[in-house]
Nanobody
Framework: VQLQASGGGLVQPGGSLSLSCAASRRISSIRDMGWYRQAPGKQREMVAR???????TYADSVANRFTISRDVVKNTAYLQMHNLKSEDTAVYYC??????????WGQGTQVTVSS
């Protein structure tokens, strides 16, 4: 399984960006999909996750600013990011967790928040 992430870029503080993550093929045993990020010199952290039933989890730092959604038919997860802050600058990775416990990772997309 390959995950293709897209949508990163440069945005000013307070701006918005949307990320998408598409699986290369239809997958029947997905437990959940999510987004993680890693800033320079920091550990990778969970940003948001969505289960196959639509339940969502957010990091406290992005709650009420980011929204994760998922198109089950397209096996695609989306992350809408609003009111972006400089501390949101990081490489964002999409993640797929299978029912078996196996994780798949996308290649990462850079998000830079700067004036």
């Amino acid at each position: 399984v390959q995950l293709q992430a897209s949508g990163g870029g440069l945005v000013q503080p307070g701006g918005s960006l949307s990320l998408s993550c598409a699986a290369s093929r239809r997958i029947s045993s997905i437990r959940d999909m999510g987004w993680y990020r890693q800033a320079p010199g920091k550990q990778r952290e969970m940003v948001a996750r969505i289960t196959n039933r639509g339940s969502t989890t957010y990091a406290d730092s992005v709650a009420n600013r980011f929204t994760i959604s998922r198109d089950v038919v397209k096996n695609t997860a989306y992350l809408q990011m609003h009111n972006l802050k400089s501390e949101d600058t990081a490489v964002y990775y999409c993640n797929l967790l299978m029912m078996s416990g196996v994780h798949y990772w996308g290649q990462g997309t850079q998000v830079t928040v700067s004036s």
